[in-house]
């Protein structure tokens, strides 16, 4: 029994009271520190240098855009049959060594807890080459890719979606298989059955209805984007049926370009149409194309590949003694009486990008003047051109450089040598093909091999090239190899100049 000395006093029962709030009001604190933690900060994978960070950093795609990494990480396995061996290799990715988690241009991101990947800049900015008779692939972080199949990449996930056979069931089977090895516990099963599946599912039937358009294009090929449609869909809604989109327009692939040697660029005409002469703006809409937001963009990220590529050298031809040294001399005559006006020039100083000295650099030329093929130059529009100038509205960076050109630009010509193909579509596969008139250049060839040929100066582009390799048609719309020719762009030269041309162009 109690006594009444047992009985808390007045003062022990208001003490008791205020312990109890104290201690609601930290259990508060904590669960909205935990919040916070788990759900609302995000994480990322930091890395010392620039290079590993352009290489693998994240840019902020994944939040918006990305799937969870064991999602990423079971769908290579889940369709083996279409995938084969090579996995996320067949579209192209790139593995810095065999047993890599994952390709370059794939980045991590924890968001609401989970650990999501997705794209970054170096996915569209990593080229490769092999010599002749040497099977060693080099890679180049900041040169064009020449194997990113991306077309083909973004066909799987839509097919993926309207599989019948991607179910709950099947993906946590397959995360938790051995290939895989997410070894999910009874908590992340329920999670990915009831939130990750249907969403997943959802975003892979979304992006088809998108992008539907795709499939009535022209292959794009290893090494080639169609920059702006995919844009138009997914950040404005534009209509892409037959009724609101030409032909011409449908079909405006081309090369992915090179990064490198971004601060002479500031204020010549970027991009491949000239629309943009801002660097700063140019990558910021590049990373949309990757999949940020102007909610998700992680600008502090962005801004260190900028500071990474404002100043990165070009490569070194990769085998100097391959040069003719005479021919060469000849060619550096040839190349600025011909060439440099458009495209700058190299001597003992390096590269000049002077646009008061070379006058036509950096600026476009008119599509009548050129003669290359329209799909491009089409594919870009004054209306598309206007909502672009609406993104990141309300902040400082808000877009306001990006205007329609008569026709396309023309760059410096630093490190030509790792650009093949060439033309803006990537048609023509050497420097030495680009010295003869449209009707000489081959018509039909073959991109995908990156054996490097020494002499012409480009990827092998025949049949029996190695690699995965894909017919490219110059009939096909969006794929012509016309233009950039007549006496102005020395294709009438002696063949022994142009020889001299190239020999040249090795060394800028």
Request: with cysteine.
């Amino acid at each position: 029994m109690s006594s009444d000395n047992d009985r808390k006093t007045p003062v022990e029962i208001a003490v008791d009271r205020r312990r109890r709030w104290w201690l609601a009001i930290v259990m508060l604190l904590l669960l909205a520190v935990v919040y916070y933690l788990v759900f609302v900060n995000q994480y990322v994978v930091a890395f010392k240098s620039q290079s590993e960070h352009f290489m693998h950093g994240s840019i902020g795609s994944e939040t918006a855009t990305g799937p969870p990494y064991w999602v990423f990480k079971a769908l290579p396995v889940m369709y083996a049959d279409k995938l084969g061996p090579e996995g996320w290799g067949r579209f192209g990715f790139l593995y810095e060594k065999p047993d890599d988690d994952l390709p370059i241009g794939v980045s991590r991101r924890v968001v609401s807890g989970v650990e999501r990947v997705w794209l970054n800049c170096s996915v569209c900015h990593v080229g490769t080459y092999h010599l002749p008779g040497d099977p060693v692939r080099h890679l180049i972080p900041g040169a064009p890719s020449n194997n990113l199949r991306l077309q083909e990449f973004i066909r799987f996930f839509i097919d993926v979606g309207r599989d019948p056979g991607f179910t709950a069931d099947a993906l946590i089977a397959t995360i938790d298989g051995p290939k895989v090895g997410g070894d999910l516990n009874v908590f992340e099963r329920l999670i990915y059955r009831y939130v990750v599946f249907p969403r997943v599912k959802n975003a892979f039937l979304d992006l088809g209805t998108q992008l539907d358009f795709v499939k009535r294009q022209e292959e794009w090929g290893p090494g080639r984007v169609d920059t702006f449609n995919p844009y138009k869909a997914l950040q404005f809604n534009f209509p892409m049926d037959e009724g609101h989109i030409s032909g011409a327009a449908l079909n405006g692939s081309s090369d992915y370009p090179a990064i490198w040697r971004q601060r002479p660029r500031e204020g010549m005409n970027l991009h491949w149409d000239g629309n943009n002469d801002s660097v700063a703006e140019r990558n910021l809409s590049a990373a949309l194309g990757a999949g940020v937001t102007p909610v998700t963009v992680d600008r502090a990220s962005i801004a260190r590949i900028e500071d990474w590529m404002w100043d990165l050298p070009s490569p070194q031809f990769p085998a100097a003694d391959k040069i003719d040294q005479a021919k060469a001399g000849q060619g550096r005559t040839l190349f600025l009486n011909y060439c440099a006006d458009c495209h700058g020039f190299k001597d003992a100083n390096g590269y000049s990008y002077d646009r008061q000295h070379f006058m036509r650099l950096g600026k476009t030329v008119p599509l009548d003047e050129i003669g290359t093929d329209v799909g491009r130059w089409t594919s870009y529009t004054e209306n598309f051109a206007a909502e672009q100038n609406l993104l990141y509205a309300g902040y400082s960076w808000r877009f306001s450089r990006f205007h329609k050109t008569d026709g396309y630009a023309n760059h410096p010509l630093d490190g030509i040598w790792a650009r093949s193909p060439y033309l803006h579509n990537g048609s023509v596969p050497t420097l030495r093909d680009l010295l003869e008139p449209s009707a000489k250049r081959p018509s039909v060839w073959f991109r995908g091999s990156d054996e490097f040929d020494l002499a012409k100066v480009g990827y092998r582009s025949d049949q029996a090239g190695s690699g995965d390799l894909f017919r490219y048609d110059t009939t096909r719309p969006g794929n012509a190899n016309t233009g950039h020719e007549g006496y102005r762009y020395g294709t009438e030269l002696p063949d022994a100049a142009k020889d001299a041309l190239v020999e040249y162009m090795k060394t800028l």
